[in-house]
């Protein structure tokens, strides 16, 4: 196969706009997939089972079911029942509250690594319960599972393409549309560069900052 530079220029502009919906996704997806495992992660620690064990069922049903079947019921069977949402606003939300689940076993990660002793300082100054989890567990247990929360953002970079199975075209979608049509493959090459890109040095500054709060931990 020659290489075309022509065939090239010509997707650029599909390409631009495929790389904007990839990175709304991302960074709206994440977003929801940070504050909802948060959520999810204290609701399984409150003292009443009526909130543990719904939140509990909820997030090992969403964890243990693809995401791609996910996508296809927010987008074709919810409207049903309610409003229907545009396709990248379904993406957004399927990739958030797919991966909240598993930001939520991170956050519980970082919680259970408190020490016992800063819970019990905390009860020692009577400090109301919600102070105690803003002010001394929260910042604590965030500190320590930044690296792993980063790691799960180059995941749903990379499972971002599925959003196009619904219709929002990120890059992979654009790429395939403007193959089948020119039948080249260049575009698939510049995506899948467009890819390297973005996760590499994503990946190269979660490690730097893992290593900058093990030396300050």
Do not use: C
Request: proline fraction near 6%; glycine fraction near 6%; charge should be negative.
């Amino acid at each position: 196969m020659n290489w075309d530079w022509e065939i090239v220029n010509d997707f650029m502009p599909s390409f631009w706009d495929g790389v904007l919906v990839t990175l709304q996704a991302l960074v709206l997806g994440s977003l929801i997939a940070f504050g909802l495992g948060l959520v999810w992660a204290m609701a399984q620690r409150a003292p009443f089972a009526w909130v543990r064990w719904p939140v509990t069922a909820l997030t090992e049903f969403v964890r243990n079911t693809p995401l791609l079947v996910q996508l296809f019921f927010l987008y074709y069977v919810v409207p049903e029942w309610g409003p229907s949402m545009s396709a990248l606003t379904t993406g957004i939300i399927g990739l958030g509250l797919h991966y909240s689940t598993y930001t939520a076993e991170v956050y519980r990660a970082g919680i259970d690594g408190v020490p016992v002793g800063q819970w019990e300082a905390a009860t020692a100054l009577s400090l109301p319960r919600v102070r105690t989890w803003v002010a001394v567990i929260l910042p604590q247990a965030i500190r320590r599972v930044v690296p792993a929360l980063g790691n799960y953002v180059i995941a749903m970079l990379k499972d971002s393409p599925m959003i196009a199975v619904i219709g929002a075209m990120e890059m992979l979608g654009e790429a395939e549309n403007f193959s089948n049509t020119t039948f080249t493959t260049e575009a698939y090459t510049i995506v899948g560069i467009a890819f390297l890109v973005i996760a590499y040095p994503a990946s190269l500054l979660i490690r730097v900052l893992e290593r900058r709060l093990a030396l300050t931990s």
